[in-house]
């Protein structure tokens, strides 16, 4: 089975997927800047593993993402919505959607439901 790496802009991002994934998921970083050796350490890092890029929906996560796309080109697409505070800001259970719907739900680990919400 094949590596799972999920790249996205900075540390808080990654601390929010990191509480939501099993340890099983890579998750790296660009720190908001792409520099070309910055994209060579992610490939490095990223190795052949599968590539999802979840990058925040505003101007510099737009950026950052065409120029990951253009460098992983079979990478998968995961989004937040735009009027979230990037992906740090976007409330779980929607974060967890989209983990589902980019089919990781096995590496998902699902907050224990809140009493009175079963």
Not at 6 to 13: L, R, T, Y
Not at 49 to 59: A, C, K, R
Not at 77 to 106: F, H, M, N, S, W
């Amino acid at each position: 089975m094949a590596e799972i790496t999920i790249i996205v802009e900075g540390k808080n991002d990654r601390s929010k997927l990191r509480r939501l994934l099993s340890d099983e998921i890579n998750i790296l970083c660009t720190f908001g800047s792409m520099s070309s050796l910055k994209l060579e350490q992610l490939r490095k890092q990223a190795k052949d593993d599968e590539i999802y890029l979840f990058m925040d929906n505003d101007s510099s996560g737009k950026k950052i993402r065409a120029i990951l796309r253009d460098a992983f080109p079979d990478a998968e697409q995961i989004y937040t919505r735009r009027g979230y505070a990037g992906v740090e800001g976007t409330p779980d259970e929607y974060i967890i959607a989209q983990l589902e719907k980019a089919g990781l739900e096995e590496y998902i680990q699902y907050p224990p439901a809140l009493p009175g919400l079963e």
